[in-house]
T-cell receptor, first 112, second 115 residues
Framework: GENVEQHPSTLSVQEGDSAVIKCTYS??????FPWYKQELGKRPQLIID?????GEKKDQRIAVTLNKTAKHFSLHITETQPEDSAVYFC???????????FGGGTRVLVKP | NAGVMQNPRHLVRRRGQEARLRCSPM?????VYWYRQLPEEGLKFMVY????????ESGMPKERFSAEFPKEGPSILRIQQVVRGDSAAYFC?????????????FGPGTRLTVT
C-alpha cells in the first residue's frame, strides 16, 4: 500500500520567515496530494491540495510543489505569522481508491 | 451550510463497554471516511463507506470494530468491549459524490477515553 514520509517532525521559524515541509510517497499511481492544518484539539483543516497533472499551486502565502518523478511534494509558507503555528499533515490518495494516507505530521512554531 | 457533524464530542467508557460514534456528512456528500488519531500521532484510515455499502475497510481492526452508513441517518462507528488502547480521537470525513469527490472535509472528532 501507500506509504508517506514527512520531514521535519518539528520546525521553529521566526515570524516573517518562510517554512518548508517535505513529503515523499511510495505509490507511483497516487494522483492527489492534500495538506491539512490541525490546531490543538481541533479538526484537520484542508488548506491546499494538488493533483498529479500540476507541478505547482499557490494560494496567497501558501504553495505546494509536486515532483512526480521523484515522488515528493512540499508545502511552502511565506511570511509566516504566529497564527500559522499548528501541526501540518501531508497526505496522498493512492491507486487503491479514496483513502488518504497521512504523513506523520510537522509541528510548526512561529516565534513572534 | 453545515459542515461535517460528529457526536458526541467527548465519550468516556469503562473497559468492556460499547462505544457508538456518529457522523453526519456535509450536505451533498455521500462518501464517508473514518480515521483514528492516537495521542501525538498522525491520522490512520479505518473505513470508507457510501450509503448502505462498505467500500474499503482495510484499516479496521478485525475484531470489535464495525461501521455502517444506513440509507437514512448518520454513519455509525461501533466499538465493542473497549480497551484502553482504543482511547483516541476518531475523525469522520466526507467528500462529494461528484466533481471534486477526492476532497475530504473533516468533522470535529470524537475523543474517546477508556478508563
Amino acid at each position: 500500500g501507500e506509504n508517506v514520509e514527512q520531514h521535519p517532525s518539528t520546525l521553529s521559524v521566526q515570524e516573517g520567515d518562510s517554512a518548508v515541509i517535505k513529503c515523499t510517497y511510495s505509490d507511483s499511481a497516487s494522483n492527489y496530494f492534500p495538506w491539512y492544518k490541525q490546531e490543538l484539539g481541533k479538526r484537520p483543516q484542508l488548506i491546499i491540495d494538488i493533483r498529479s497533472n500540476v507541478g505547482e499551486k499557490k494560494d496567497q502565502r501558501i504553495a505546494v510543489t509536486l515532483n512526480k518523478t521523484a515522488k515528493h511534494f512540499s508545502l511552502h509558507i511565506t511570511e509566516t505569522q504566529p497564527e500559522d503555528s499548528a501541526v501540518y499533515f501531508c497526505a496522498a490518495i493512492g491507486a487503491a481508491g479514496n483513502k488518504l494516507t497521512f504523513g506523520g505530521g510537522t509541528r510548526v512554531l512561529v516565534k513572534p | 451550510n453545515a459542515g461535517v457533524m460528529q457526536n458526541p464530542r467527548h465519550l468516556v467508557r469503562r473497559r468492556g463497554q460499547e462505544a457508538r460514534l456518529r457522523c453526519s456528512p456535509m450536505k451533498g456528500h455521500s462518501h464517508v471516511y473514518w480515521y483514528r488519531q492516537l495521542p501525538e500521532e498522525g491520522l490512520k484510515f479505518m473505513v470508507y463507506l457510501q450509503k448502505e455499502n462498505i467500500i474499503d475497510e482495510s484499516g479496521m481492526p478485525k475484531e470489535r470494530f464495525s461501521a455502517e452508513f444506513p440509507k437514512e441517518g448518520p454513519s455509525i462507528l461501533r466499538i465493542q468491549q473497549v480497551v484502553r488502547g482504543d482511547s483516541a480521537a476518531y475523525f469522520c470525513a466526507s467528500s462529494p459524490s461528484q466533481g471534486t469527490y477526492y476532497e475530504q472535509y473533516f468533522g470535529p472528532g470524537t475523543r474517546l477515553t477508556v478508563t
